[in-house]
């Protein structure tokens, strides 16, 4: 799945390699995909619009990667699971495709949905209204995203309740959430602190909350530093070289940092992976 590690990653090889580059024909919908996120225009009208734009900047927003389509549009890739691949041949373009772009240099770009994930066009001016992206959100990887800001967090959560709304998980990924981060960054930042996912964000001390607040930063900068997650692909279809802590093949290893075993558990529609005695759901240990 595309979070904002692996967004940002692709967001910067699209500006860098395909910026200035003209399509001179692009297909959508070749390859109908049911949890294909389209937008208002049909594929018919995509392809009419997109002929003859020129690629301009891309940028992270949340798990989207957004792609200036001058003049005055924009394409919107990722919210979800997608291979989004450069071709300097038409001999690597694989035969299933939601999308492909031709340019004018004879290389290609196609997007290939896995799971769901969006190919949308959107005017420039109506950014607003795209459904998965939050104007003014704070991300996780800029200058805004501060311990004041994190900890004002807090303040939305209900004093006296302690449900699964409350919990590590839901708190990160759902409400109010990390804006970009989603189940599969999770996983590295709560171990990384020491924060098992059921955990009540509320009970959490001063010196926890700081150590989740490096835990965001620091997980994610690194993610983005070696190029994403090794689960996930770049635009040349080559793994990020981030190696994930926590995931199936781990389950039932030993911690590499204490005597614990690696968990899996079903919890808030997905799995979560934690140590068994550095994340403890009470709290406690670890810090
Ligand atoms: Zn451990």
Redesign the pocket.
């Known amino acids: 799945m595309i979070e904002l590690p692996q967004a940002t990653v692709i967001a910067r090889q699209i500006t860098e390699e395909l910026r200035g580059k003209e399509i001179i024909e692009a297909l959508r919908g070749q390859s109908p995909h049911k949890f294909m996120f389209k937008g208002k225009y049909s594929d018919a009208e995509f392809a009419q619009i997109v002929r003859g734009k020129t690629i301009g900047k891309a940028q992270p927003h949340g798990m989207a990667i957004l792609t200036d389509l001058e003049p005055a549009f924009i394409l919107s890739l990722g919210c979800g699971g997608e291979r989004i691949l450069y071709h300097t041949s038409q001999k690597t373009v694989p035969k299933k495709h939601q999308l492909k772009l031709d340019f004018q240099d004879g290389t290609y770009l196609t997007v290939t949905v896995s799971g769901w994930g969006e190919v949308r066009l959107v005017e420039q001016s109506a950014l607003a209204k795209h459904p998965h992206i939050k104007l003014g959100a704070i991300s996780p990887l800029s200058d805004a995203f501060t311990f004041e800001y994190f900890n004002r967090l807090f303040d939305t959560l209900p004093p006296d309740k302690r449900t699964q709304k409350t919990s590590a998980k839901y708190f990160i990924i759902s409400e109010p959430a990390i804006y970009g981060v989603g189940n599969g960054c999770l996983q590295d930042i709560l171990y990384q602190a020491r924060i098992h996912p059921k955990r009540q964000m509320l009970d959490l001390s001063q010196e926890e909350r700081r150590a989740l607040y490096d835990s965001i930063r620091r997980t994610l900068d690194e993610m983005v530093e070696r190029g994403g997650r090794n689960s996930e692909y770049d635009l040349y279809n080559k793994p990020g070289g981030y190696q994930q802590i926590l995931h199936s093949k781990a389950v039932g290893q030993l ?1 590499p ?2 005597e ?1 075993t690696i968990q899996k558990a079903a919890y808030l529609g997905g799995s979560i992976y934690f ?1 068994s ?2 994340q403890l759901e009470c709290g406690k240990s670890g810090l």
């Open positions: 911690c940092e204490c614990g140590c005695s550095c």
